[in-house]
């Protein structure tokens, strides 16, 4: 065990350090939630109760940059893999379920730099910051991270010489999982049909939860009902990880 969790800490290091090197990456994969921010922001309506709209829909672009940058990371692996960077990395002492597991650990530190960036963009603009909320929700938004930065390095041992399969199923994926959420537009006046769908999309949960602890809510069910969501992701995610990469050749 503990010469796991050495390995993991190694593969974290390795991982972490093109990050801290080149920290543009992390800006490049907001783009799109930063354009969305940018360009959907202004039409919403004011809230009911005379509040910022951004209080509703900033917590929803965080999740949606998690979502961005975590699914996306997969190509890294690929990218490793045809160098034959990952085949080196293979024979060496380092247990192969550390590969995984510090790969998808390093998936928080660029999360809580896009938060961050992201609340400090809205501030300014009526967004108001409930910090022992929005410390919670970058808990929760941890777990969820780890768990789809796992699925998409699976993903990426899977199309091992695809590299164009990796991105047909990543891009199927995302836009649905994202407007499934209700992350740009609220699910609840949609036909029945539609709300079927997103309750059985994780992603939900976890929006739920961060609307609501972002806004002071710490007590809502939606905070344990997106705890739960993330946790199982995150498993889901590690489990399927380590099974594939302990089977990569």
């Known amino acids: 065990m503990t010469s796991l969790v050495t390995d993991t800490r190694v593969v974290f290091s ?11 990456t992390v800006i490049f994969s907001m783009i799109q939630p930063l354009f969305f921010l940018g360009l959907f922001a202004p039409l919403l309506p004011d809230s009911p109760d005379g509040g910022s709209p951004l209080q509703w829909f900033v917590p929803g672009i965080i999740v949606m940059s998690c979502l961005f940058g975590s699914s996306m990371t997969g190509s890294n692996l690929l990218y490793e893999m045809q160098t034959g960077s990952h085949e080196r990395m293979l024979v060496t002492p380092l247990r192969r379920p550390a590969l995984l597991i510090g790969r998808a650990l390093k998936e928080i530190v660029p999360m809580i730099a896009q ?20 410390l919670l929700g970058v808990v929760i938004l941890a777990g969820f991270c780890i768990g789809l930065g796992a699925l998409s390095y699976t993903l990426a041992l899977a199309s ?43 992603m939900t949960y976890v929006v739920d939860a961060e609307r609501a602890l972002f806004n002071g809510e710490v007590l809502a069910r939606s905070t344990l009902e997106g705890l739960v969501a993330a946790v199982l992701v995150g498993l889901l995610g590690l489990a399927a990880g380590v099974r594939a990469m302990q089977r990569s050749d």
């Open 14 to 24: 390795r991982e972490l350090r093109p990050v801290l090197r080149d920290p543009f």
């Open 115 to 134: 938060a961050a960036l992201i609340v400090a963009v809205c501030i300014p603009f009526g967004f108001e910051l409930h910090l022992g909320g929005a």
């Open 160 to 202: 091992k010489n695809k590299e164009w399969m990796f991105w047909t199923v990543q891009q199927t994926l995302l836009f649905p999982l994202l407007l499934l959420a209700g992350v740009l537009l609220p699910i609840e006046n949609g036909p029945g049909w539609l709300q079927a769908l997103s309750r059985i999309n994780p």
